[in-house]
């Protein structure tokens, strides 16, 4: 399995390149010029792992929620290349990378639940929340956009860690959410490595779409997202 992911939904940019169980990587952390980034990276990676592009069996993407900016640079460059290159696509959750995260660190463990939580702007934040069952990351509610003051804990959990942007803003939600956490990370965000090993875990049977099908998913309704070809 070779694999390609791509993440910008957040002030970081970062590219991820899986081979038979190898994982190579590049992350910076830049609030603005994710355009510049990217694609030394993509470079990067391809020439370090020796494997072309060409040679790929499939795309992925953190597809959202995040910076509305962000996720059409990701988006943008994905359905690039998987229209050139005839690959599929697999879309992967922002929120469940930060989770995803919270596993492959050692944070979290069997029955563990991380809510994560994405500065929204406007007062609100991006939520769901997640469960570690069989050493996967498992999502136990729907993505939602709310005010602090509004989220709230899904699924059973031995213990919960807080993950992601949105825990700067913990003094706003509700006292039970904020006793119940074990640690919160406000500093975490969505990285290309997390995407690419959500991407393989599910391959083949997990969700996959076309280079025209390939959207960023914003949450908020009003948001609208053309596609390629006829963008």
């Given at each position: ?25 590049r992350a910076i952390r830049s609030p603005r010029g994710h355009t510049q980034h990217l694609l030394p990276m993509i470079r990067e990676l391809v020439d370090e792992s020796g ?39 697999v879309p992967v959750s922002s929120l469940a990378a930060v989770a995803s995260r919270a596993l492959r660190t050692g944070l979290a463990g069997e029955g563990d639940g991380i ?117």
């Amino acid at each position: 399995m070779k694999l390609l992911a791509l993440d910008t939904t957040a002030e970081g940019c970062s590219a991820a390149l899986w081979t038979d169980g190898t994982l190579f990587e590049r992350a910076i952390r830049s609030p603005r010029g994710h355009t510049q980034h990217l694609l030394p990276m993509i470079r990067e990676l391809v020439d370090e792992s020796g494997v072309p592009l060409a040679a790929l069996d499939a795309l992925a993407f953190g597809r959202g929620p995040g910076s509305f900016t962000g996720l059409r640079i990701a988006t943008g460059v994905v359905q690039g290349l998987a229209f050139g290159l005839d690959l599929p696509v697999v879309p992967v959750s922002s929120l469940a990378a930060v989770a995803s995260r919270a596993l492959r660190t050692g944070l979290a463990g069997e029955g563990d639940g991380i809510a994560v939580a994405f500065d929204a702007r406007m007062s609100e934040v991006y939520w769901n929340c997640y469960r570690i069952h069989e050493g996967r990351v498992q999502s136990t509610a729907q993505e939602r956009v709310c005010p602090p003051d509004q989220v709230v804990l899904s699924g059973d959990a031995s213990r919960w860690l807080g993950a992601g942007s949105g825990w700067h803003l913990a003094d706003r939600m509700p006292e039970p959410v904020r006793a119940a956490m074990l640690a919160t990370h406000p500093d975490w965000y969505p990285l290309a490595s997390d995407i690419a090993t959500l991407a393989v875990a599910d391959w083949p049977d997990g969700p996959t779409v076309s280079a025209e099908q390939a959207a960023p998913v914003y949450v908020r309704d009003e948001i609208t997202w053309k596609k390629l070809p006829g963008r």
